[in-house]
């Protein structure tokens, strides 16, 4: 219940910081964040992380549910032994992926949105569903070394 409700608030805040994206950056505007550093802009990406694989949707759509099945497989063989870190680093992953698998079906397309200036390199334009994903898989990859040093 703990992972798909917190699944269900990150769909939400994804989905809706989309839809603000959509309504008052769609044409060409952009709203800075913090200067030189962070601002919204509004696009379109029909590939996986830094555009690549484009239009590959059939490819995409077959790896998100994919994902989805092992996911839920893992959860359903562990959940009353994982800690609440661990569901709630899985609850990133799982609504980061289907955030971005409900702009895929729905648009054909994933809206991407925050761009960031790092010394001087612009990074990929993301969103909060690709942000939740890496989370996820961060909090994730940090709590296992933990719990292989621990010797569980």
Sequence with gaps: MFVALLSIIFIMIDQFSKF???KYLY?????????????????ENTGAAFGILKDARIFFT??????????FIFLIKYYGIMSTLAKLASALVIG????????RIRLGYVVDFISTNIFGYSF????????????GC????LYSIYYERKGN
């Design 96 to 103: 980061g992926i289907i955030g971005n698998f409900i702009d």
């Design 62 to 71: 077959i790896i998100t549910i994919v994902s989805l099945i092992l996911i």
């Design 138 to 141: 961060i909090l994730a990859f």
């Design 27 to 43: 044409d060409g505007l952009n709203l800075t964040i913090i200067d030189n550093f962070m601002w919204f802009i509004y696009t």
């Design 124 to 135: 990929a334009v993301f969103n909060f569903a690709d942000a939740f994903i890496v989370c």
């Design 20 to 22: 603000l994206v959509v």
